[in-house]
């Protein structure tokens, strides 16, 4: 079965720290791997896509990491700002189906404190 | 990039009735999504919303209860048809080029149902 998994569920960090959220997934076929942030209210908005071939890739202060032979991922946060508090999920993208499909984890809820 | 915008941002509704939420992008794209999230939950896919023919849903949606039209590349409604509380959700639209590439979202339709 097809799972996206996330840790730890929520974070708590103090502002200027650095912070590193996981991601684990069973997938297959495997497409590619995105990091999307979700503010309270909003929509989530795409950090990085990764495919299979690319093992690290970042957006400004967020980093992120995909080991396709272990498939794990994970997101860095450098030097974290009261405005990265927010919910990051990871989705992983499978081939299959007439269209294929997106695996969502449940996300981990940030919170950067002052 | 594309920008997705729905109408209404939040509503509250009555048992048995129905609400239409409208997803406009700014640009035209291959594939138009529609989700919804409960509350501290991550995305769950409705169906995708298919140009000028029947949405595909997911399993345990139905078009009588989530009756989707897409007329055009950049316009798609979800109707919430004889609504209970159960359907107090937040109801997310989304847009790409395909479901292996960058899909972007818009802010969401909060809906509570009374």
């Known amino acids: 079965k097809n799972q996206v998994e996330q840790s730890p569920q929520s974070l708590i960090i103090l502002e200027g720290k650095n912070c590193t959220l996981q991601?684990?997934?069973?997938?297959?076929?495997?497409?590619?791997l995105r990091w999307y942030k979700q503010d309270t209210g909003r929509g989530p908005v795409s950090l990085t896509i990764?495919?299979?071939?690319?093992n690290t890739k970042s957006n400004g202060r967020y980093t992120a990491t995909l080991d396709a032979d272990t498939k794990q991922s994970s997101l860095h946060i450098t030097a974290s700002q009261l405005s990265d508090s927010a919910s990051y999920i990871c989705?992983?993208?499978?081939?299959?189906?007439?269209?294929?499909?997106?695996?969502f984890g449940k996300g981990t809820k940030l919170s950067v404190k002052p | 990039s594309a920008v997705i915008s729905q109408k209404p941002s939040r509503d509250i509704c009555q048992r048995g009735t129905s609400l239409t939420i409208q997803c406009q992008v700014d640009s035209q794209v291959t594939m138009m999504f529609w989700y919804r999230q409960q509350p501290g939950q991550s995305l769950t896919l409705i169906a995708t919303?298919?140009?000028?023919?029947?949405?595909?849903?997911e399993s345990g949606f139905v078009i009588d209860k989530f009756p989707i039209s897409r007329p055009n590349l950049t316009f798609s409604t979800l109707t919430v048809s004889n609504m209970s509380p159960e359907d107090s959700s937040i109801y997310l639209c989304?847009?790409?080029?395909?479901?292996?590439?960058?899909?972007?979202f818009g802010p969401g339709t909060r809906l509570t149902v009374t």
């Open positions: 989304s847009g790409g080029q395909g479901i292996h590439y960058e899909q972007y």
């Open positions: 919303a298919n140009q000028g023919s029947e949405a595909t849903y």
């Open positions: 989705v992983v993208s499978a081939y299959g189906g007439s269209q294929g499909n997106l695996i």
């Open positions: 991601c684990n997934y069973t997938v297959s076929p495997f497409s590619n």
């Open positions: 990764m495919t299979f071939s690319e």
